[in-house]
């Protein structure tokens, strides 16, 4: 979980500078949880995210392709799969240490 992906994605809800839908915003607050803070990795598949976020997969797939053109996340091949970029702002910080 990346508390920097987290943060940006609540901006993002609830500052409306975008519409999301329902299952846009849950799908991406679950791209925010499988976000890896270390490596800026965050490679989920729809049926994780769809387990995560209550939604079908078919819903799940909707909502990403709808995330990447909104919000300009860019998803590369990753193997078999897919990864996704998250355009994080610099201005958001990851969590300070303890």
Known sequence: MSFRATTWAIEVCEQNKVHLTGPEAATLYGL??????????CNPGPETLAKR????????????ASLCRKLGIDRVSWGRSWAYRLPIPDHIRPAPAD
């Not at 925010?32 to 990795?41: F, I, L, V, Y």
């Open 32 to 41: 925010a949880w499988c976000h890896n803070h270390m490596t800026g990795q």
């Open 53 to 64: 976020c209550k939604l079908g997969i078919s819903t799940v797939r909707k909502a990403l």
